[in-house]
């Protein structure tokens, strides 16, 4: 397989790992991230300042990053890591809160989008 392809492939396992992320708080309120996602876009259509925070535009703008680089020929590198940087800051600080408080839903939610990114970067800074 082409290298393009795979880069391309990567890339789209990225975006997805990212919608799987999951989240809890308080006693009976748990989300994953496309769930939350749609109410986010929802809400951005009717009510944009709701969701004016970095912790919502930053995740969607590196996820449409990414999906731009599905549509090059040859996905860019500096877009790649753009993208991943945008929403490793999320899922980062998620993975870390499981951590923390030892919710292990989101410590396994958040794993598969940590590796892929890993294994995203090493293969476009492959030389």
Known sequence: ???FNQLKIINGLVIFASLVGYLEWGKDNHQFLAQAELEV???LLTDPL???????????????I???TLFQSSPSRR?????IACLGILIVFMFLIGLLGMHFKIIASTLPFVVLAIIALRMHYKK
Do not use: D, E, R
Request: positive net charge; hydrophobic residues 55%.
């Open 50 to 64: 709701s969701v004016w925070h970095p912790f919502t535009l930053l995740p969607m703008a590196g996820q449409i």
């Open 1 to 3: 397989m082409a290298k």
């Open 41 to 43: 876009i929802s809400k």
């Open 66 to 68: 990414l999906i731009i």
């Open 79 to 83: 877009l790649t890591t753009i993208g």
